[in-house]
């Protein structure tokens, strides 16, 4: 009985440290060995040098040691955008305080997504400009960078007729520009389990 009863409090603490444990994001992509180290050297998000909502020129650097929440959409957009768009606001509700989370949206129509018409958008979605950026280029640019977050975005037209595709999804990058996960940004579970995975990464951080 005795032997039983021990058997149930290690079988209990097992089961417990179970359910409590946080286990780190995988670190997504190709990974290679630094020549120099001998230590893993993990993919990183792409390099860049856009315009943003204000005019600015906004490039990586900017969002060094942050952790980013990325998507690629267009303003004009009737589908999934509006619907993306309000599942990242639950994004910026969460951590409306916390400077080291951010969020950007590329714009895959060049054409009529100048700086002006991303600060008219963000307006109307009543967004934090400082917790979110909008940024815009040549599509053809903005193409090659979602190939590189390994998301879809084309278009898929002619000379006579552009027809703009993109798929819903929300990109998880931490403060090294290391991929940490995809998530469906047409449902709102899939962003509240986002939502936790960047507040593992804060503390992973920590």
């Known amino acids: 009985m005795k032997i039983e009863a021990t058997f149930r409090v290690l079988l209990f603490a097992l089961i417990l440290a179970g359910c409590t444990k946080t286990d780190k994001l995988p670190i997504l992509g190709e990974v290679s060995i630094d020549p120099l180290t001998g230590k893993n050297r993990y993919y990183q998000a792409p390099e860049?040098?856009?315009?943003?909502?204000?005019n600015h020129e906004v490039s990586h650097h900017d969002f060094e040691n942050k952790i980013q929440v990325v998507d690629f959409f267009f303003t004009s957009c009737p589908t999934i955008c509006p619907k993306m768009t309000k599942h990242l606001k639950l994004v910026e509700k969460a951590f409306e305080k916390i400077d080291e989370v951010a969020i950007v949206s590329y714009s895959i129509d060049y054409k009529n997504d100048s700086p002006e018409r991303l600060k008219e958008y963000s307006g109307n979605y009543k967004i934090n400009n400082n917790k979110w950026t909008f940024l815009t280029g040549e599509s053809d640019a903005v193409f090659e960078l979602s190939k590189d977050y390994k998301v879809r975005a084309f278009d898929d037209g002619?000379?006579?007729?552009?027809?703009?595709?993109?798929?819903?999804?929300?990109?998880?990058?931490?403060?090294?520009?290391?991929?940490?996960?995809y998530y469906d940004g047409l449902s709102v579970k899939d962003t509240k389990r986002m939502i936790l995975d960047i507040n593992k990464l804060i503390k992973e951080v920590e």
Do not use: E, P
């Not at 929300?170 to 290391?178: A, I, Q, S, T």
């Open 48 to 54: 860049f040098l856009l315009k943003n909502q204000f």
């Open 158 to 181: 002619n000379v006579n007729q552009r027809n703009i595709i993109h798929d819903g999804t929300f990109v998880l990058v931490d403060g090294k520009r290391r991929i940490r996960g």
